[in-house]
């Protein structure tokens, strides 16, 4: 089978446009006088962050898609949410002991009513434990300093996870059965309204996420005589975006809930047979897209320093196309495609200017060539629709 | 015959009601908001071709709009307004030959040229062809995907297309994200609009009901029984892509004519949202249903300004009796459908106790200043149609006409569920075991089934 897939043609096509790709760019490096080694480490640095948000962002779509065969439109805006989230949680803290009890009570109880429902947690000594957890922590955090990244990032993902949860079980949880068109139009719909929602609630202006955190200090260093620009959120993006990968890795290979998340997307209704919650394995899917999302949306508002309502639009539809290149459905497939797309983005601004101005009509040039040409992906199943 | 006529007078009593608008003083809001209703209705028309008729999930009509906009405007912008574009982005090139004007005098056509009108038409057409041809492009991938990877391609074709102008090498033409103002043209006048609309609708209802349309809904409800009865797939979908796309540009050249100016904000993705809020709400694949579904969308957004700032007090009352409302509706139909004896329900009682509640705050603290002040809020036009888009998906997904078409015989005409005496003589021969000797079998056929 795997000999086969090898030696099918379109595979070898693609290795074959990928390869002259590879040779145009070297010889594009070769002509270019001025591409130092220090721009080598500099695009690769800056590519390697790109690609790894693009990466997380993906996962969410790609993971939603393969258990319920839906494009989520609205995790662009799902991403918002969670810089807007960490951006308030950063700005706002320390609040008042009684503002804050009373947004540890409302924001806490949602959470601890989902986690609860997501993780089948109604032993009471659980319960008891992770209510402890949840409305202690929340209430120190929230009550006594200014939060740092970490905290922001942490409260961030755990709020718009719940966010995402919500978002599946009043718009999505309806519709199950329905047919897949009617699903992605409310999911525009959603996404539209959480834009304006965005615009409503934040403001439709532009703010500064500065976050005054040694990320953002410069740590420039030379190599030769040029200069590379170097920050601790290029490093701190990988790392983080790694450290996630694993744990999703873990979660889905080795706990009961992803053997189910496994079984669902491979077959809903037989592995609703089986006596999976199939219901209970989609909220949880959305609530671990979220969560990637909103990690994605801190660390991209750390690494450009700004945020605005409509800031998940062209996220959204590179994280969507990294997800499609790298097979959707596939989750080391997602990886990969968003790796790939920072990229291919980041060098060819910085190999070819003049193009700079066309970077989000070659998103979906390639959006369009990928899923005409191979639908499947590089590393998806063959999606061939049966009579 | 009888039709026809009725048809022809309500056309009639429709332009005398505009004639009555059109001179009465103070009409001009409403005015403007009929055109947009034509201007749209064109659009989503359109749109519901290829989304409702053949059941393929287009995300691209923006992009056709945009194209008719664009050429539109370029080929109507007059000599005066093309100067000053030298010092901005417009090449000469651009400004020197894509001059309709230019082209119907190099014809020994004067007399067209001289008419602003006759090129206003000519515009419009080149501008739907223009889309067309954009539209083959579009509809090629319908051959080899389905579904909602092909409503994303065209999404993704719908936003390359908003994105182009704005670069670099083609702002010569289209002048950047400034866009191009000061475009003649009558759109403005609402008997163009109206006339165009007139068009659209006999064009549509006649290709609905032609073996062409029968082909379109054939692919819609089964491609493959659709190819067997011998239906060229390939060429029915490109065609219908072709005509969708073409009408679409006339609406855009149409709107940009009346805005007068075209910039790619005006074409954003939110124009095809507003579209498919429009047909879903009218009934995809129905025509009246479109026209519907448009007029209410527009009038949402023409006199929906008041949704933007509302006061505490009319919020408060509102939300409050929508709520109780909700929560009697909810339990009397629970009731009513699964026959329970009055059980009030938590979570209705919980709905109705928050907006009794509600009601009394606002009664209570009416007079208070903070009361009546007026709250901006921006967007809330947008979030009400992508919650009623929602709401139509959870709900009523066949929107409110459905497939049905409007048409005299379901208003006046006789009503095709009472059978004639001729229908009865029939029946009755049917049903007499003498006469008809394929009953018993069949009887015996049914009872074994």
């Not at chain 1, 996962?59 to 989230?85: D, P, Q």
């Not at chain 1, 079984?263 to 979220?290: H, P, W, Y």
């Not at chain 2, 700032?309 to 409302?325: R, T």
């Amino acid at each position: 089978m795997a000999a086969s897939k090898i030696t099918s043609r379109s595979t070898i096509i693609s290795l074959l446009i990928g390869a002259v790709f590879v040779v145009l760019l070297g010889a594009r490096i070769n002509s270019l006088e001025n591409y130092t080694f220090a721009r080598v480490v500099q695009d690769f640095l800056n590519a390697l962050t790109l690609g790894s948000l693009y990466a997380l962002i993906a996962l969410g779509y790609t993971m939603v898609y393969g258990i319920i065969r839906l494009i989520n439109f609205a995790h662009g805006e799902i991403f918002m949410l969670g810089s807007y989230f960490a951006f308030y949680a950063m700005t706002l803290t320390p609040l008042p002991w009684a503002i804050s009890l009373l947004v540890t009570i409302i924001l806490g109880g949602t959470v601890l009513l989902v986690l609860r429902s997501l993780f089948n947690l109604e032993e009471p000594k659980r319960t008891f434990a992770l209510s402890l957890i949840i409305f202690g922590g929340t209430f120190f955090l929230l009550t006594f300093r200014k939060l740092g990244w970490v905290e922001g990032l942490t409260l961030s993902m755990l709020a718009t996870g719940v966010a995402g949860v919500l978002l599946e079980a009043i718009a999505y949880k309806p519709l199950r059965g329905a047919p897949r068109e009617s699903m992605l139009i409310t999911a525009i719909a959603a996404s539209f309204f959480l834009q304006n929602f965005g615009q409503l609630v934040f403001g439709a202006r532009v703010r500064g996420f500065n976050a005054q955190t040694i990320l953002n200090k410069p740590l420039n260093f030379h190599i030769g005589p040029e200069t590379v620009y170097f920050t601790g959120i290029l490093v701190v993006v990988p790392l983080i975006t790694a450290l996630l990968l694993w744990v999703l890795n873990l979660f889905v290979s080795r706990t009961r809930l992803g053997k189910a998340m496994r079984a669902t997307a491979q077959d809903a209704e037989v592995a609703q047979m089986m006596g999976v919650n199939v219901n209970q394995v989609i909220a949880l899917t959305f609530f671990i897209g979220s969560i990637l999302a909103a990690a994605a949306g801190v660390m991209y508002a750390i690494r450009f320093g700004q945020i605005h309502p409509l800031m998940g639009l062209m996220p959204g539809i590179k994280a969507f196309t990294a997800a499609v290149i790298g097979g959707i459905g596939s989750l080391p497939g997602a990886v990969l495609g968003g790796l790939l797309l920072g990229f291919i983005e980041i060098y060819v601004v910085s190999l070819f200017p003049t193009l700079s101005a066309y970077k989000d009509v070659f998103a979906f040039v390639l959006l369009i060539l990928i899923l005409l040409f191979r639908p499947s992906g590089l590393v998806g199943e063959d999606l061939t629709e049966k009579v | 015959m009888r039709d026809y006529l009725l048809t022809l007078l309500s056309v009639g009593l429709a332009a005398l009601a505009l004639y009555f608008l059109t001179v009465s003083e103070g009409t001009s809001g409403l005015l403007s908001a009929l055109t947009l209703i034509f201007i749209w209705g064109i659009a989503a028309i359109s749109l519901n071709l290829i989304n409702g008729q053949l059941g393929i999930l287009s995300l691209g009509h923006h992009g056709f709009m945009l194209i008719g906009g664009y050429v539109t405007a370029l080929l109507m912008l007059p000599a005066r307004e093309r100067r000053p574009f030298r010092t901005r982005l417009l090449s000469d090139w651009a400004r020197n030959h894509l001059d309709l004007d230019k082209w119907l005098r190099g014809l020994g056509l004067d007399a067209l040229a001289n008419s602003i009108d006759a090129k206003f038409i000519i515009a419009l057409f080149i501008a739907g062809l223009a889309a067309a041809l954009l539209g083959i492009i579009v509809g090629a991938p319908s051959l080899r995907l389905k579904g909602d990877y092909l409503a994303i391609v065209t999404f993704g074709f719908g936003e390359i297309i908003r994105l182009l102008p704005n670069a670099p090498e083609v702002a010569a033409f289209t002048n950047g994200p400034l866009g191009i103002k000061g475009i003649p043209g009558n759109a403005g006048n609402i008997w163009w609009t109206f006339l165009a609309l007139l068009l659209v609708l006999w064009f549509f209802s006649r290709l609905k009901f032609s073996s062409y349309g029968r082909a379109f809904e054939g692919i819609r409800e089964d491609e493959i029984a659709a190819e067997a009865m011998g239906v060229n797939l390939a060429y029915h979908k490109i065609l219908a892509f072709t005509i969708s796309a073409f009408f679409a540009g006339v609406s855009g050249g149409l709107y940009a004519s009346y805005l007068q100016s075209v910039d790619t904000q005006t074409f954003n993705f939110f124009v095809t949202f507003f579209l498919l809020v429009a047909i879903s709400l009218g009934g995809l694949g129905s025509i009246t249903g479109a026209l519907l579904g448009t007029a209410i969308v527009v009038l949402v957004r023409v006199y929906g300004g008041f949704l933007e700032q509302p006061n505490p007090a009319w919020v408060g009352y509102l939300s409050g009796a929508v709520l109780m409302l909700a929560a009697f509706a909810f339990s009397a139909y629970i009731r009513k459908a699964r026959r329970l004896r009055p059980v009030i329900e938590p979570k209705h009682f919980i709905f109705g106790a928050v907006g009794a509640v509600l009601l009394v705050i606002t009664i209570a603290f009416f007079k208070q200043p903070w009361m009546q002040q007026t709250v901006q809020f921006f967007g809330m036009r947008k979030m009400l149609l992508a919650v009623i888009l929602i709401l139509i998906m959870i709900y009523r997904r066949e929107g409110v006409m459905g497939r049905a078409e409007f048409s005299w015989k379901l208003i006046i005409g006789p009503r095709e569920d009472i059978p004639t005496d001729e229908q009865r003589k029939q029946d009755a021969w049917l049903s007499n075991p003498d006469l008809n000797p394929g009953l018993k079998e069949d009887g015996d056929d049914d009872a074994s089934a």
